[in-house]
């Protein structure tokens, strides 16, 4: 059964006050609670309730029974309208009395055990899993009291959102603890962690001089490792002041690291609970993209305080709205802290390599979904990474200080609701006067649209025109799209020179095609070159004619870094396809201009930021190429394909490459460092090293074996050990493999490590192997990081592949296991493993509609089953 955007209705009742006893025994938790109930349209009351044993109701104080006041269906609790309407309409409080078995909840939705703690995950549809209640974030509530309690030996720790107002002992060695927030918020921001946890303390002042006590909690043995995550909070606290006047409304704000977490983490108010591969850090443990993968997770989770708590969804079609939005207000952070032209390359990788083939595929949807059945299959690339992109053109078409005039004014007129994307567009539009309805086309159509660029050059008159024609692609459902608002940020470059002829400046393309006169701010020697969709201003596939000169032009030249990049990207995807075109890709060989481009940025000395070298050296990944060739496509080819030029590149630049990465290489007594320069300088190092062992031979193996054994850090250490991984019978990798587990003594985030190299590596009998792997006393099913760890990252292995079919019986016998433990996270695994097969060649085709219509016979819980379904429209 699917739900429909275009059906919303407003709820019969609003709650407005709740207070919640939770009383935790082993193996049984006790959830009372107490409602405040406002009539606002009426008649009978739907709760939602889901694996739930109930006890009691009563109305008013009055016990309801079976019949005679509610009625209980399948994953509801009906309280009947005739009760309601008898109860007193100033004074409708609700009470009801359940029973949950968190020790057995394997989905991790809901209230679960993990370890060494109790702890909750109620986005999106958690909380009826809870108890009874209206599950949907138009329901906004004080939770005015939450009286937790547990055994004090087994659970010293006890905590929910916003402020603890009472606290002390119980009998029979018990205690207890009550919250209070004071903000009116939905069920799915509620949170609590009850354990036996160490933490880590500090504080911030705000701009207006409250002090906030921090506090991060973990198990006990990982407390060395969240000081990171605890300057990130601080960094992340003082940005939002500064670039959005935002400012903490708390006393305190609590971040709980927990071991099994279906995502990555989730910002409960006051009390966001994380994985712990987005919290826990140490140099030893973490390698500098994990540090900046935590540094950008918690801003995103702080950030949501007020893009999501403050200002809420309607419903959950609106997911984008805070979520778009957050991942771009965390993706400036980011550029802020760190280096800005390095941070779009890799949020356009990310963007590429995750959305792209979503947008073209068989789950295809706008930014908006119309409709869904399972509303977690919609924590999508698409809802994310594209909704921060449609954001990001809000800004690009208003400047910064219209986007920042917007977001004033969201905030002025919705804090405290739940409300829409249109909302938001509203609040851009009328703070700048501008008329942005047209733009509401990127929350309506999906697929990814593709501007084709032509240009004219009149040497007589000097004038440069440029052609912007855009295609809009049909997807599942959705045909015949209109035109969309376009932000298309160009420059000029003068052929001869390299010089910029015109500087930055945005067309905006609103037609299927428009011609815009362009005008010089220098006399050009020739017919110039276009520098398009500078910064990747907008979400698109750009197309135009480039020559290979032009692109090494622009690759050495543009003032545009992201274009920089983009044009070796692009000369890259050109080298890689046409050796997958080419009969024998053995003895293919990459054009000269693409070879002395890649020498060019090998010897670069001039640019200061390492990763900018580093990023232009690494060819566009599989995925990103996938959407590039033309179907259909042999994906074992294409991989081929792809390390044949990084083959030939390693071959003809080894002398070059070599020299660099001594020169890259640190001395014996220089520290260890994490900081932007420091990680580049890795960065470079490390993909040079990756080069430098293509071959596997001999020499491969002890250059990695001695990076390896030298590394000081984890970045190093893995970088080297997953080059290992791909020569699994040198000796210096069976020492390696031994070492590295070694090494790890029990920390769960670096055997994750040393299980994916494992199953990432790029060797003919890897399923084998992964199969192997999951013999090791180490792996297990239920918990996500590690089963993500080896079955996931094989699922995206070219080796997934293999044309005998062996990797999708394998995906087909594991589904259903894991769904039978976790649907969000089995559904998940069936969307990355089948989402390309239209791609694909007809035998692959076959083979995998084959195992999908096996897997809709297999009993899948309504997640899993949507994938499937979808996958097979
Ligand atoms: N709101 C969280 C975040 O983006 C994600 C929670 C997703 N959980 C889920 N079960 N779908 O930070
Ligand atoms: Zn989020």
Known sequence: TEILRKDYQQPSFFIREVTLTVRIFDGRTEVASRMLLEKNTGGSLPLDGEDLKLKKVLLCGKELKEGEGYTLEKEKLIISADALEAGDSTDLWLETEVEIEPEKNTQLSGLYFSGSMYCTQMEAEGFRRFTYYLDRPDVMAKFTSVRLEADESKCPILLSNGNRIDSGKLEEGRHFAVWSDPFAKPSYLFAVVAGDLASIQDKFITKSGREVHLEIFAAKEDKDQLWHAMRSLQNSMKWDEERFGLEYDLDIYNIVAVKDFNMGAMENKSLNVFNTSLTLAREDTATDDDYERIEGVIGHEYFHNWTGNRVTCRDWFQLTLKEGLTVYRDQEFSADMGSRARKRIEDVRILRAAQFPEDNGPMSHPIRPEKYAAID????????????????????????????????????????????????????????????????????????????????????????????????????????????????????????????????????????????????????????????????????????????????????????????????????????????????????????????????????????????????????????????????????????????????????????????????????????????????????????????????????????????????????????????????????????????????????????????????????????????????????????????????????????????????????????????????VAARMANGAFRTWRLLDEKRQKMILDRLADLSKAGLSKDAAEIVSKMQA
């Open 377 to 824: 299959n919609f924590y999508t690339a698409t809802v994310y990474n594209k909704g921060a992109e449609v954001i990001r053109m809000y800004e690009t078409l208003l400047g910064r200080d219209g986007f920042r005039k917007g977001m004033d004014l969201y905030f002025e007129r919705h804090d405290g609701n739940a409300v829409t994307c249109d909302d938001f567009r509203s609040a851009m539009q009328d703070a700048n006067g501008r008329d942005l309805s047209q733009f509401e086309r990127w929350y309506l159509q999906a697929g990814t649209p593709t501007v084709t660029a032509t240009d004219a050059w009149d040497a007589e008159t000097g004038t440069y025109s440029l052609t912007l024609k855009q295609t809009v692609p049909d997807t599942p459902g959705q045909m015949d799209k209109l035109p969309m608002q376009i932000p298309v940020r160009v420059g000029l470059l003068d052929r001869e020179s390299g010089k910029e002829l015109m500087r930055d400046t945005v067309l905006e393309l609103c037609e299927e095609s428009k011609t815009f006169e362009l005008k010089l701010d220098e006399t050009p020697s020739g017919r110039p070159v276009p520098s398009l969709l500078r910064g990747f201003s907008a979400p698109v596939k750009l197309e135009y004619d480039y020559s290979d000169e032009d692109l090494s032009l622009l690759a050495g030249f543009d003032t545009d870094s992201f274009n920089r990049w983009e044009s070796m990207q692009r000369l890259g995807s050109k080298a890689v396809l046409d050796a997958f075109k080419t009969e024998d890709i053995d003895s293919f060989q990459p054009d000269a201009t693409f070879m002395d481009a890649m020498k060019r940025i090998v010897q670069d000395k001039v640019t200061d930021d390492l990763s900018l070298i580093a990023y232009a050296l690494i060819l566009p990944t599989e995925s990103t190429l996938m959407q590039q060739a033309k179907p259909p496509i042999d994906p074992t080819r294409l991989h081929e394909a792809r390390n044949r030029v990084r083959k030939v590149i390693a071959t003809e630049l080894e002398d070059d490459m070599r020299k660099r990465y001594d020169e890259l290489t640190p001395k014996d007594d220089e520290k260890y460092v994490i900081d932007g320069p420091s990680s580049s300088q890795r960065r470079l190092r490390n993909v040079l090293l990756a080069y430098l062992c293509t071959s596997g031979d001999a020499k491969a193996a002890e250059l990695c074996g001695k990076h390896f054994k030298t590394a000081k850090g984890m970045t190093d250490k893995l970088a080297a050990f997953s080059c290992l991984c791909n020569i699994p019978d040198s000796q210096e990798a069976k020492e390696a493999i031994e070492q590295f587990l070694a090494d790890a003594n029990g920390d769960a985030n670096v055997i994750d490590k040393w299980f994916a190299s494992q199953a990432r590596a790029d060797v003919d009998d890897l399923l084998p192997r992964v199969k192997k792997l999951m013999e090791h006393p180490e792996f297990s099913l239920k918990n996500p990081n590690r089963l993500r760890s080896v079955v996931s990252v094989f699922i995206s292995s070219p080796q997934f592949h293999l044309p005998d079919g062996s990797g999708y019986d394998f995906a087909l016998e594991m589904i259903p296991k894991v769904d039978a433990l976790n649907p969000q």
